[in-house]
């Protein structure tokens, strides 16, 4: 995910890098520890073949342009080529954040439109497959909500000059979701119940952490509005 973070490059020390919305002004935000070792472990696996004139908000887009796919399989019957390319499109979320905080690219575009993306992708393969599942329908209607906190974040970014990225607990709730809901296709594909139980459960463990996402951020936007 790409966002406005105080990025410390890896294996270098730290170093601050700004947003420029349209209104001005940026303001720069601590990466984690954790995030740090995780985006070294994409760089080393996958980055190196990325060539440097591929930006993160191209792999955004390529996100968004699969979604429609992921949908469409999925409702035509063929499932199997409908996980894959949903994998396929949920790897680009890992990638274009790892790409954005080691690079140097981090947009404040791209802070708004990747979590408008995965929640899209998501969205489009619930829709099809799941709707049977209280959890799923918790889900639909929790991103719902996101997506108007997204709306309200973009208009703040835009009168203020301040972006608020992703925290820790979102990408965590991101890494379950992603986790949960590739193995709920795979057990609802393959009829394995077994599977498919062991992926609700992840699934409400990425609530949990989308909860604990959203209290952090309503807590930035506070202390900010206060600071500001």
Do not use: C
Not at 71 to 80: K, V
Not at 89 to 104: C, I, Q, S
Not at 198 to 214: K, R, S
């Amino acid at each position: 995910m790409e966002g406005n973070q105080e990025l410390d490059s890896v294996g270098a020390g730290a170093a601050y890098h700004e947003l420029s919305p349209p209104g001005g002004g940026s303001v720069p935000a601590h990466i984690s520890p954790l995030q740090q070792h995780l985006d070294a472990l994409v760089t080393r696996g996958f980055l190196w073949a990325i060539p440097r004139n591929v930006r993160p908000n191209h792999l955004t887009a390529v996100r968004l342009l699969l979604t429609p796919g992921v949908y469409l399989l999925f409702r035509s019957g063929a499932e199997g080529p409908a996980v894959a390319l949903f994998v396929v499109a949920a790897v680009t979320d890992f990638l274009d954040g790892a790409m954005a905080r080691t690079r140097d690219q981090i947009t404040g575009l791209g802070t708004m439109i990747d979590p408008v993306a995965d929640k899209l992708l998501v969205g489009a393969a619930l829709l099809a497959v799941g709707l049977d599942y209280l959890v799923v329908r918790v889900i639909l209607v929790f991103m719902v909500v996101e997506m108007l906190v997204v709306g309200v974040g973009t208009v703040f970014w835009v009168r203020t000059g301040r972006a608020v990225g992703a925290n820790v607990f979102g990408k965590i709730k991101m890494a379950l979701l992603s986790v949960g809901l590739t193995l709920f296709l795979v057990g609802r594909v393959a009829g394995w119940e077994g599977l498919t139980a062991v992926a609700v459960v992840i699934l409400w463990l990425a609530l949990a952490f989308a909860w604990l996402a959203g209290l952090r951020l309503a807590l930035t936007w506070r202390i900010r509005r206060h600071t500001g």
